[in-house]
């Protein structure tokens, strides 16, 4: 099987083992795909996933029969979606590309859903060059320009570094046949026109063009990948018990303090963020107050930088036990009983790192073994907390700013509560009379672990 004009091609992170979704239009470039990957691995892996759009009328249908005689004719395995795109797209509010695609790409991972499972699409270097064009177009940044990715998650392109002259050339080469698709030929899309009439000119002043816009994009996605290296790093720095420390952030230059934003609100369930939406978020970091972006809420206030749902209003309590306990928001508590060595003890509590250690004999005296005894819940009117070493209660709002928790995060904040009394707050550690002490014989020991990180 010749692959000369594939020499490009390559398969790095396909694992040995596992199901092999093949993209199958049938058009040259998932024609090519698939006959070259039948010469890289054991065919019994390979699975062609055709989408009939039904977009084209009889020439979508034409597709499909082509794409089932190519899985016949060479011992594939193949599986067909029929999906009225156009009637789809209405019904969810979106253009006939977009939602194709979105069908597409879910039936495919569908297919692909063991975890040594592997999606591979027949994006090619011409692709990608018409992808980074249009994204200039749109005045994209960096991401933009990085152009199409050779590999997200489960999906990977093998011939995105492959032109389609090349492409083409080993269909001729090895005798096969494509259906083509009619609505590329028309100037109606933004990208035909490219195809058509930008490209033609720019390969005239380098015939090379689209594998030197790969190779700047492979630079490019090379600086992307450091600058993401240095956001990471930032809001391992920033980050504290309620969201991130602006002044932390603030003191970062703004290509690497704006990708740690994005990164932080995306976590927290940002969705579908623009420039636009990261730009908001950073004025807000910069001069406080709040908004809602898609899928969540920013605010900074007292230095603290939170992105997140709020907490409502809804109040909760939740008996306390030994072990994880799991709260409204997917945050849990862990709770641990340790018995402790004389010899530590003073130790540790000089370093003070017994703040999130209560007195567990005390605990136990006051209301009989956990759980029944206390309970995690919501901060309620009236309610006071007494800081070790403080000498004085205080109203659990006035702790609140104190620690710096953000407004919208209150109500959720877990208060654990013995006998009455606030024993323990996050952030501020036990109550006075709840602390760990030389004379304490056995200590419980509170952690609160995020689902978000």
Known sequence: MSSGPLKAAGLPGLPEEGRIVVGFSGGADSTALAHWLMGEVNKERILLAHVNHMLRGGEADRDQLAAEGFAREHGLGIEVLRADVGRLAEERGMGTEECGREIRYAFFHKLASSRNDRILTAHNADDNAETILLNLCRGAGLDGLCGIPPRRGKILRPLLYVSRREIEQYCHENGLSYVTDSSNLSDDYTRNRLRHQVLPVLKELNPRFVHTA????????????????QAESLLERSLNMWGLEAETLLAEEKSVRSRAVKLFIERRGGSRLEQKHIEEALHILERGGGADLPGVRVSCAQGVF??????????????????????????????????????EIPEKIQNLLFKNALDYDIMTGLAGELPEGAVFRSRRPGDRFSPIGR?????????????????????????????????????????????????TKRVLIVEIEDGKG
Request: hydrophobic share 35%; glycine share 12%.
């Open 214 to 229: 790969g190779q700047a994009a492979r630079f490019l996605s090379e600086d992307r990948s450091c600058l993401n290296r």
């Open 306 to 343: 939170w992105a997140g749902r709020p907490a409502g209003n809804i109040p909760f309590e939740i008996p306390a036990k030994l072990g994880k306990n799991p709260l409204p928001g997917g945050k849990s508590v862990i709770l641990r009983e340790k018995t402790c060595l004389e010899a």
């Open 391 to 439: 000498g004085v209660s205080k109203p659990i709002k006035q702790i609140f700013q104190e620690l710096r928790v953000p407004g919208p995060m209150r109500d959720g904040v877990p208060l654990l509560v013995c006998g009455g009394e606030i024993a323990w707050c996050p952030g501020a550690g036990a109550a006075e009379r709840f602390r760990a002490t030389e004379r």
